[in-house]
């Protein structure tokens, strides 16, 4: 069975929004490409499916835009090319390497962990919100930055039960912040 990983960016006082000011540099670009490449396939929400179609996919002219960095290519390449899931209710239709969602989360995420491969990740803040609550998430990576937010969504906000998890493994990178790996511990 393949694990589902959730990873995400997070301020000190727990921020999950892409613009509380936790942009990474080029260090955490290579970081969360070797992330993105460890997947088979990503399971996005309608909201983070339409942000990172608009900031990642290959334009139609086969050239990455100007305001791309050279550090960033890998990521916007490795994102492009991967299979996409996106659980919606609103959307009609996708496309960007993705199929569309519907019916049973649940079961379908179960089906889709029994495939074979390396992993899927799941990103954003109310899927994953959904997926935990489901008890379906094998891996949590947590990228804290030293920064106080204030404002904004914040991680798992509104989980039903606590989750016990175990410490995995931790990267601190020169920027101050650090990867935090866990998994949910073991049923007793």
């Known amino acids: 069975m393949r694990p589902l990983r959730y990873s995400i960016n997070v301020t000190l006082d727990g ?3 892409h613009e509380a000011g936790v942009a990474p540099d080029e260090e955490l670009m290579r970081f969360w490409t070797a992330e993105m490449q ?10 983070t499916y339409e942000m990172m179609e608009g900031a990642w996919r290959r334009p139609a002219s086969g050239q990455w835009p100007d305001w791309m960095s050279e550090w960033e290519v890998p990521f916007a390449e490795a994102i ?17 390497n993705a199929e569309l969602i519907r ?9 889709l962990k029994q495939q074979p491969g390396e992993g899927l990740s799941v990103g954003g803040v109310t899927l994953p919100l959904a997926l935990a609550e489901l008890g379906l998430i094998d891996e949590y990576t947590f990228v804290v930055h030293p920064v106080i937010a204030g404002h ?11 989750t016990r998890l175990e410490f995995v493994d931790r990267r601190e990178f020169a920027s101050g912040a650090v990867a935090n790996r866990y998994g949910p511990v073991p049923a007793a």
Do not use: F, M
């Open 15 to 17: 921020c999950v929004h």
């Open 38 to 47: 460890r997947a088979d396939a990503v399971i996005y929400g309608r909201t």
């Open 80 to 96: 492009d090319r991967v299979p996409k899931y996106v659980v919606s209710s609103t959307l009609d239709a996708v496309d960007w």
């Open 103 to 111: 019916g049973d989360l649940s079961e379908t995420v179960r089906q």
């Open 152 to 162: 904004g969504p914040r991680l798992l906000d509104g989980l039903n039960e606590r």
